[in-house]
């Protein structure tokens, strides 16, 4: 049973920091895409950045752009998100997402949430201003 387990949330002052992290277990993972996607209170939930497998290919939300920044560790089936300057409309639950197959990470920001083939929990962050 595929689990993707995601941490590093929590209350942060606007313009501070936050590093995420999503781990997967209980499958293989080397044909698999990885990524973040967010939902703020009474909106749809957005994409927010993917990464290749190999890690040399990313891929954000224009929006975000400068600010976060995904990475990922294979060995640990792990994928990062660092969030740096943030405001109070980053204020969401973080979810991480996986596709089992290997696409772009702009492909993978283009499938929908029913397309997902796993999703964690969440986590949630908030940003006070």
């Known amino acids: 049973q595929v689990q993707l387990v995601e941490s590093g949330g929590g209350l942060v002052q606007a313009g501070g920091s936050l590093r995420l992290s999503c781990a997967a277990s209980?499958?293989?993972?080397?044909?698999?895409?990885m990524g973040w996607f967010r939902q703020a209170p009474g909106k749809e939930r957005e994409f927010v950045a993917t990464?290749?497998?190999?890690?040399?290919?990313?891929y954000y939300a224009d929006s975000l752009k400068g600010r976060f920044t995904i990475s990922g560790d294979n060995a640990k089936n792990t994928v990062y998100l660092q969030m740096n300057s943030l405001k109070s409309e980053d204020t969401a639950v973080y979810y991480c997402?996986?596709?089992?197959?290997?696409?772009?990470?702009?492909?993978?920001?283009?499938?929908?949430?029913?397309?997902?083939?796993?999703w964690g929990k969440g986590t949630l962050v908030t940003v006070s201003s």
């Open positions: 997402a996986l596709v089992s197959r290997l696409i772009t990470p702009q492909a993978m920001a283009r499938v929908p949430p029913s397309g997902m083939d796993y």
């Open positions: 990464i290749s497998r190999s890690g040399l290919t990313t």
């Open positions: 209980g499958g293989t993972f080397n044909t698999a895409t």
